[in-house]
């Protein structure tokens, strides 16, 4: 089961509910209670991999990234791009693109200003305080990169 905890809600995929509702999206208290289904598309696979104050963001069986309103359920694709590993923060989703060798890329929330920020092969990302901190593909080295691209350098080298 894919989740993400954000503020005091759990969000989650259930593949199939009591009722026999296949691939939906749920929200629920962080006690368990309240659970509520927060779209009707159905889906055998949804990742959820972010979540802002308004939106959590997922990507289907085919790495496509979506969001949904966690009020009102509405869902919108952003783009046919492919996604892995992402990161959401205020302004940005940051990702890895499984389609160009899963270098790092950028993009505004709403799809639009698509740009390759590191041209390696990446396995892991995180984002904090401006700065992407990663590991290439095959090394436990842990790099990090602005978020504007610039200034590459090594963080921590593994013994």
Same mark, same amino acid.
């Given at each position: 089961?894919?989740?993400?905890?954000?503020?005091?809600?759990?969000?989650?995929?259930?593949?199939?509910?009591?009722?026999?509702?296949?691939?939906?999206? #749920?929200?629920?208290?962080?006690?368990?209670?309240?659970?509520?289904?927060?779209?009707?598309?159905?889906?055998?696979? /949804?990742?959820?991999?972010?979540?802002? *104050?308004?939106?959590?963001? #997922?990507?289907?069986?085919?790495?496509?990234?979506?969001?949904?309103?966690?009020?009102?359920?509405?869902?919108?694709?952003?783009?046919?791009?492919?996604?892995?590993?992402?990161?959401?923060?205020?302004? +940005?989703?940051?990702?890895?693109?499984?389609?160009?060798?899963?270098?790092?890329?950028?993009?505004?929330?709403?799809?639009?200003?698509? /740009?390759?920020?590191?041209?390696?092969?990446?396995?892991?990302?995180?984002?904090?305080?401006? +700065?992407?901190? #990663?590991?290439?593909?095959?090394? *436990?080295?842990?790099?990090?990169?602005?978020?504007?691209?610039?200034?590459?350098?090594?963080?921590?080298?593994?013994?």
């Amino acid at each position: 089961m894919s989740f993400v905890v954000d503020g005091d809600q759990i969000y989650f995929y259930n593949p199939l509910n009591e009722d026999g509702d296949e691939g939906k999206l #749920y929200s629920m208290s962080l006690n368990g209670e309240n659970i509520k289904k927060l779209n009707d598309t159905v889906s055998y696979l /949804q990742i959820i991999d972010d979540a802002d *104050e308004q939106f959590l963001y #997922y990507t289907d069986t085919e790495e496509h990234l979506y969001k949904v309103d966690k009020q009102n359920g509405k869902e919108m694709k952003i783009t046919d791009q492919k996604f892995s590993s992402l990161i959401v923060d205020e302004n +940005w989703i940051y990702y890895l693109n499984p389609s160009d060798k899963y270098h790092i890329y950028k993009m505004k929330k709403n799809g639009e200003q698509n /740009q390759l920020l590191l041209d390696k092969a990446v396995s892991d990302i995180n984002v904090l305080d401006n +700065w992407i901190y #990663y590991k290439i593909d095959g090394h *436990e080295d842990i790099f990090r990169v602005k978020t504007d691209g610039t200034e590459h350098t090594l963080f921590s080298k593994h013994e």
